[in-house]
């Protein structure tokens, strides 16, 4: 019997609390497809309306959990190992000095990918859809029988597979393996030809956009009652970081250049999302803003602050700030800002580049050079004319190209085309 089933629910592999699997199964949902998240992390997050959640644990075979656990001592250390090994090269490769932990991490997620296959083809799909390429890719090149898609995040194919060896086999062996590749990058998409051998027709960047009714600009009394909550003075400028508080997104620079123009301006408050696992980064950030009498200019909104919540925070911003470095795509938190009439300040990168050919209107700065991100970020403060403007370019640029439901059909089109020949294949 055919795993394949055109009437199927629309399978998603990836991890049940992350927003992005969340995001497209409610969307599918929305669109009348029934959607189940298969996943091998225990989540702690209800997942969206119409969208349900089965554990991959209860899929692994008895041998394949002999062979995981005889192999474990000699695996764990490779997985260790090899990430000092490759250093330089990982260094050469990205212009990092060093991996950061999670990404060479593959010994659970390889393993897990064979449980992840057989939950996914038990439920007889009409396609699989794995959120991010080296962790959840292979699970999805093990579901023969059925249209398999990858969405790359960005740091998986950039940097992941840099840091090990094993990574690179396992992410290219995926990626060649799967029928669609949808990257959320234009530059992204011929890199991952090029660096992996794809065919151009594989592999298509198609942009998430963002949904224009959740994200706008805050009404004037939104903004009071939302200043009004925090005891932030309602005619400060209120600049917000849109990426999480960790060094891979740039938090370092990012407060040093908070700190600089908090100092050299008066009606300056500060928005910061942190997102998960930045704890310790925040504890020390805290720790520089009080000693430098500066705490009530700042406000951090902690962990993974919901949707809603970070619409709310973004349809208030004057100004926001993004500088994710190699491995970023054309991030859903930059456009979702920018929807909200913030003036983009963005790490120069060749993506953001490809957007202002289109009509995205931004401030480029450098990598790692605070004084240019705070004379940019002081020269936007005091003009309110600049901010203004981009507000209306963007505006047009992101009705005309980012529209969610639009860039969300263009997504489904795409998997019905390659989905054709196993409905053929069914048929006869």
Known sequence: MSVFDPDGPAVSLGNSDSIFPNQLAREWSCRGMPS?????????SEPPDGVSVVQSQGFERLSTKIVRKLSNPVTRRLERFLPRWQRGRYSRRTGRQQPEPWEWYW?????????????????RPRFVFAHEASSYGLSAALCRGVPRIIFPWGGDVFNY??????ID????????????????????AQYIRERFGLSEDKVQAVSWGVDLHQFSRASVEHRA????????????ILVLNSRRFRPFWGCTPVLESFLQLAQRTEGTHFLLLTGSGAEENVQAA????????LASRFTFFMGNVPLSRCSEVMSVADIFVSLAGRGDMRSSSVLQATACGGAPVILDALEYREMAKQGFACEFVRPDDVEDLTVVLHRLVTDEGRRSSMREQNRRYVTEHEDHNRQMTRM???IGEVSRPYQDRTIR
């Not at 597979?161 to 094993?166: A, G, N, P």
């Not at 086999?169 to 992204?188: K, M």
């Not at 009652?225 to 400060?236: G, N």
């Open 225 to 236: 009652t939302f200043c009004k909550e925090l005891a932030i003075d309602p005619s400060s």
């Open 161 to 166: 597979v840099e840091s090990s060896i094993v």
């Open 412 to 414: 489904l089109d795409l």
């Open 107 to 123: 010994v659970d997620h390889f393993w897990d990918s064979f449980s992840r296959a057989r939950a996914a083809l038990a439920l």
């Open 286 to 293: 805290r720790r520089r803003i009080e000693g430098a009498g």
């Open 169 to 188: 086999r396992i992410t290219t062996y995926a990626l060649r393996h799967v029928d669609l590749v949808v990257p959320a990058s234009v530059v992204a």
């Open 36 to 44: 189940v998240i298969v996943t091998s992390t225990t989540g702690n």
